[in-house]
């Protein structure tokens, strides 16, 4: 049995992780809910039960006797607060970008690298990825081995909910407004989102680059090759659409060899956590509505290329706060206890 804590319970992802924790039945001993100053004495539920949120302090670890410590307050918090964990002797699964490029620190995606997970013991932290990668690699798994990927080309179309609980709020205000004929004003007062959000789509996502790419963008590029262990070239847009959970991803793969979309369809299929849904003749395809509150990546419109036999399309989408957070955090958790034998 663990004693768990969850940085950030309070957030979009703390509070799904207080549900993935149960869903997957963690062995838990003790769960200590962990928050700013400000949300002390608030509370949190798990497995039916009322916990008191405790401010975040480098002591808390080590005076709770924290075993498995979840991070997903902001890379800031994590890049001071994460080494008092792992001193305390926890293993630290952090869902913020701080950690995931440091080569001293595994970047996991159990159904991917759960090998990767072994290198824990340099740091004491595992590194969550971004949630946009974590649902294209595991399309990408099955079709490199297939096919043998050399470039991958995707446009994003990302939920409110990676900006947390304050981007779902900002467009849940924004569509009020718009019903109330008042947005205008609301869109003066936004802070989340570049733009407006409501009935808008907006081509940026993280700050602008030198190289004209985002940093999420380019998140997209090194987490996914750290991940897999290849080199691929990867040309990612993304772009921030009125949705409020579920991420989904046109991609395009160029390969070494023929493409064939039943074997795709096969070895996609035959995945973990992977569902197909591809009958164009139904209407039926992957979509934020069906992706939402499940643990699946949905892969859908696969389709060959009409002028390069090497080339393959599809649709994918998940769950944001599930698939691309605390599910694959949690995932992570449930590995690591297999390896380390506990
Ligand atoms: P709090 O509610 O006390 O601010 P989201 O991603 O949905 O915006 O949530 C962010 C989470 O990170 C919240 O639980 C928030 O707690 C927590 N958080 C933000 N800043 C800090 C901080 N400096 N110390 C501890 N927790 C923080």
Redesign the pocket.
Same mark, same amino acid.
């Given at each position: 049995m663990f004693n768990v804590a969850i940085?950030?319970?309070?957030?979009?992802?703390?509070e799904e992780l207080l549900r993935v924790i149960e869903e997957y039945e963690i062995p838990v001993k003790k769960l200590v809910p962990?928050?700013?100053?400000? =949300?002390v004495g608030?509370e949190v539920e798990f497995k039916g039960e009322k916990l008191k949120?405790k401010?975040?302090t480098c002591e808390v670890f080590e005076e709770e006797e924290i075993d498995i410590a979840f991070f =997903?307050?902001?890379g =800031?918090?994590s890049a001071k607060?994460a080494p008092c964990a792992a001193e305390a002797g926890a293993v630290v699964i952090d869902n913020t970008s701080y950690f995931r490029m440091n080569p001293d620190v595994p970047l996991v995606v159990p159904e991917v690298n759960p090998e990767d997970i072994a290198l824990w013991k340099k740091t004491g932290i595992i590194a969550n990825p971004n949630c946009s990668t974590i649902q294209m690699v595991i399309s990408l798994a099955p079709l490199h081995k297939e096919f043998g990927i050399k470039r991958v080309e995707v446009a994003t179309y990302q939920a409110v909910s990676g900006?947390?609980?304050?981007g779902m709020e900002e467009l849940f205000e924004q569509m009020r407004a718009i019903f109330n004929f008042k947005l205008d004003k609301k869109v003066e007062e936004r802070e989340v989102f570049p733009w407006q959000i409501a009935l808008n789509v907006i081509p940026h996502i993280d700050k602008f680059q030198d190289n004209g790419f985002t940093r999420e963008e380019m998140k997209m590029v090194n987490e996914t090759n750290k991940i897999m262990h290849t080199n691929f070239e990867i040309a990612p847009t993304c772009v921030r659409v009125p949705v409020l959970r579920s991420h989904s991803e046109a991609i395009t793969i160029y390969c070494e060899k023929d493409v064939d979309v039943e074997k795709a369809k096969e070895v996609l299929e035959n995945f973990e956590d992977i569902k197909v849904i591809d009958n164009p003749e139904n209407n039926e395809y992957p979509m934020p509505i069906i992706a939402t509150d499940t643990d699946y990546v949905y892969v859908g419109r696969i389709r060959k290329d009409l002028f390069n036999s090497k080339v393959l399309h599809f649709f994918n989408v998940a769950d944001q706060l599930r698939v691309g957070a605390a599910t694959n955090a949690v995932r992570i958790a449930k590995k690591w206890i297999e390896m380390e034998g506990k």
């Amino acid at each position: 049995m663990f004693n768990v804590a969850i940085v950030g319970a309070t957030g979009a992802v703390g509070e799904e992780l207080l549900r993935v924790i149960e869903e997957y039945e963690i062995p838990v001993k003790k769960l200590v809910p962990l928050a700013s100053k400000r =949300s002390v004495g608030v509370e949190v539920e798990f497995k039916g039960e009322k916990l008191k949120v405790k401010e975040l302090t480098c002591e808390v670890f080590e005076e709770e006797e924290i075993d498995i410590a979840f991070f =997903s307050a902001g890379g =800031s918090v994590s890049a001071k607060f994460a080494p008092c964990a792992a001193e305390a002797g926890a293993v630290v699964i952090d869902n913020t970008s701080y950690f995931r490029m440091n080569p001293d620190v595994p970047l996991v995606v159990p159904e991917v690298n759960p090998e990767d997970i072994a290198l824990w013991k340099k740091t004491g932290i595992i590194a969550n990825p971004n949630c946009s990668t974590i649902q294209m690699v595991i399309s990408l798994a099955p079709l490199h081995k297939e096919f043998g990927i050399k470039r991958v080309e995707v446009a994003t179309y990302q939920a409110v909910s990676g900006a947390g609980k304050k981007g779902m709020e900002e467009l849940f205000e924004q569509m009020r407004a718009i019903f109330n004929f008042k947005l205008d004003k609301k869109v003066e007062e936004r802070e989340v989102f570049p733009w407006q959000i409501a009935l808008n789509v907006i081509p940026h996502i993280d700050k602008f680059q030198d190289n004209g790419f985002t940093r999420e963008e380019m998140k997209m590029v090194n987490e996914t090759n750290k991940i897999m262990h290849t080199n691929f070239e990867i040309a990612p847009t993304c772009v921030r659409v009125p949705v409020l959970r579920s991420h989904s991803e046109a991609i395009t793969i160029y390969c070494e060899k023929d493409v064939d979309v039943e074997k795709a369809k096969e070895v996609l299929e035959n995945f973990e956590d992977i569902k197909v849904i591809d009958n164009p003749e139904n209407n039926e395809y992957p979509m934020p509505i069906i992706a939402t509150d499940t643990d699946y990546v949905y892969v859908g419109r696969i389709r060959k290329d009409l002028f390069n036999s090497k080339v393959l399309h599809f649709f994918n989408v998940a769950d944001q706060l599930r698939v691309g957070a605390a599910t694959n955090a949690v995932r992570i958790a449930k590995k690591w206890i297999e390896m380390e034998g506990k």
